[in-house]
């Protein structure tokens, strides 16, 4: 036994069949989750009534759901593509109106599904067998949840079918002549396709190149000779259709042109250094994606490309701006710990609304505003993709894990890779998922109404006056008390309004910054703890909608913070354009405050900084319960989520083991530490 043991050949079988099963589980479950997705995409765009959907498709329809022949394709700013595009599109629209939504929506599903395949297997090589196997699904599912997918599945939009035929013409189609082709219609129906012309030509395949710009001029002329006013009308009098689809300077118009417009630079000199900018940009793209496509990553080199043709288009709405998603295959970092920065923003600024990618401040509206233009433009000429020859390409500079301490419970932590890293994470991307996470944060507890307007305050007063008698019960009652002793002393009543309005995101965010810099080991732990407890805390929003004592008509409460309350208006304390004001039960508020004096009590190398962090949740509890904002029970609430949220960053990361860390390894010094982050 012993000598069947040594050999390993029994316990490799073993692990590689038990290896095997899980890939081909994950699999299976991530192709679950693929069509889970497209079939929810179906079902949204077949479910909105007609009129309110496929909007740009039902351009072509007549009253009686049959193809609307007489006028001009643009007639109706709503048609975009170009006068090819409408010249194939005119043998779809004879059909019913219904069965024309049906087979369009299908149609596009499988376009996106075949768009998937196609990509991920034209992955740079080599590629391990887990990629290869989980890749399709994986591809497939980013796409039917990117934005470019579903505003075009929802406009009935053709912007799939020129990226499709790029990657045919690249990766599937053989011969050049046959590449060039494919490539060739792609740019008659999206014009700025014809960047990747240079790039087959500067590549080697020159004929694929030339067939390129001559299907192209082939299939425009024979539009042009269809359909002359139409032609006339999209690349002369709207300039290769600026102006079609909405206002140039719209927010939706991703390219140099709206950004420009929207920064007021307008007429001759807009022009001048929008085709300035554009050729800087055009030049940059392409010599960086030859540079790629030498190095064997023809895939990145097709994504710069396409970046770049987002960039320097005169208009890119959203449906066009899947190029940017492709972008994603690029690697970027030479650490372990920063290859994840990239394709999480890419995904992030592809599947999300700008709003929740950064905060709602005048001072970053600029960015705000431009910022899938902006990730475009980074790709196409300025984000550092590693060259397979790179020793960092496939061994990037492993992360750094404390030694695991032995818990007091057994199967804690619950996997083995939930282990302590030594070093800190990318600040790029965690001040980008602090964002998002907080962003949907809001999002949920504005959604956590308890039902209707009305129907929710009336349940939200309901669980306060239970909770009044609860209190009242436990002879805890101490709100109408406490508020109106305060509110007859100005200097208190001033001081718990500051101290309830002023700490309670600075604090919290102070303490991660300075952990951040200062204990990267202990930040991780904090950081988990803290996002178990206010995820809790979105349960207790949701299940348990509360109104605080200030909002209770009958109670007397005077509300220091918020002014008086008109109680004669009918929607008084319901939602805001920036919180659930029912939102009260588990009070945040004191939840995080305890969790920083928690942090601070546990961290601070001296009695007097634990001492000062302990005062924090006392000042807090007392500003909540003074100004009629929480109940007593409120911040009970608070305590037990955050106790809840520090027993699951045990159960799923261990003890927090930051003596036997710093024991083992004492490059947790800041100086050694930021060494080693910055190799």
Known sequence: MANVERSGRPADAFGASAEGARLR???????????????????????????????????????????????????????????????????????????????????????????????ARALPQPVSRRTSLLAAPVAISLLMVSLPVRNALWLGQTSIIPVLLVLLGCFTVRGERTSGLCIGVAAALQPTVLLFAP??????????????????????????????????????????????????????????????????????????????????????????????????????????????????????????????????????????????????????????????MLPNMPVVYPLRDNLVLLAALAAATAVPFLSRTSPYYRTPIATEYAP????????????????????????????????????????????????????????????????????????????????????????????????????????????????????????????????????????????????PPRLMPTLGIIDTVHGVQDFSKPDYGTLTALTNQYAAMPSLHFGWALWCGLVIAVVAPKWWMKALGLLHPLFTVSAIVATGNHWVLDAVGGALVVGAGFGLSYVFQGPRAAVAAASVRPALEPDRLSAADTR
């Open 25 to 119: 589980a994950a699999r299976l479950a991530l192709w679950a989750v693929a069509a889970v997705l497209a079939i929810r995409e179906m079902a949204v765009v077949l479910t909105t009534p007609s009129g309110d959907r496929l909007t740009d498709l039902e351009t072509w329809v007549g009253p009686h759901g049959v193809l609307h022949v007489k006028g001009s394709l643009y007639d109706s700013t709503r048609f975009t593509g170009t006068p090819f595009a409408g010249l194939v599109l005119k043998p779809l629209t004879r059909s019913a109106e219904q069965a024309l939504g049906w087979g369009w929506t299908f149609g596009t599903l499988l376009l996106v599904a075949a768009l998937g395949l196609i990509a």
């Open 199 to 356: 790039l087959l030509w500067f590549t080697g395949r020159r004929r694929a190149a030339l067939t390129t710009a001559g299907t192209f001029a082939a299939c425009t002329a024979l539009a042009w000779a269809a359909m002359p006013h139409d032609s006339y009308t999209y690349w002369v009098h709207h300039m290769a259709g600026v102006g079609l689809g909405g206002k140039a300077d719209a927010l939706g118009n991703q390219s140099l042109h709206g950004a420009l417009l929207r920064l007021d630079l307008t007429g001759p000199l807009e022009i001048a250094l929008f085709l300035a900018l554009s050729a800087v940009v055009v030049a940059l793209a392409v010599r960086r994606a030859v540079r790629y496509a030498h190095d064997g990553q023809l895939l990145l080199a097709v994504a710069i490309t396409g970046c770049a043709a987002v960039t320097v288009s005169p208009t890119t709405w959203q449906h066009q701006l899947l190029w940017l998603l492709l972008a994603v295959v690029g690697r970027v970092g030479r650490r372990a710990s920063d290859r994840y920065v990239w394709p999480v923003a890419v995904v992030l600024v592809t599947t999300l609304p700008a709003k929740m």
């Open 404 to 547: 695991q301490v032995p818990a007091r419970f057994g199967r804690v932590p619950p996997a083995p890779f939930l282990r302590r890293v030594l070093t800190r994470p990318n600040l790029l991307l965690e001040l980008l998922l602090i964002r998002v996470v907080y962003a949907a944060y809001q999002q949920v507890r504005l959604a956590a109404t308890g039902g209707t307007i009305s129907g929710g305050r009336a349940r939200a007063e309901h669980h306060g006056h239970i909770v009044l008698d609860v209190e009242r019960f436990l002879h805890i009652d101490v709100e109408h008390w406490a508020n109106h002793a305060v509110v007859k002393v100005g200097w208190l009543r001033d001081f718990f309004d500051f101290y309830y309005e002023s700490f309670h995101f600075v604090v919290p965010l102070a303490v991660l910054a300075v952990l951040y810099w200062r204990r990267p080991v202990d930040y991780r732990w904090a950081r988990a703890s803290l996002g178990f407890a206010t995820f809790l805390a979105l349960i207790g929003f949701w299940l348990f909608p509360l109104a």
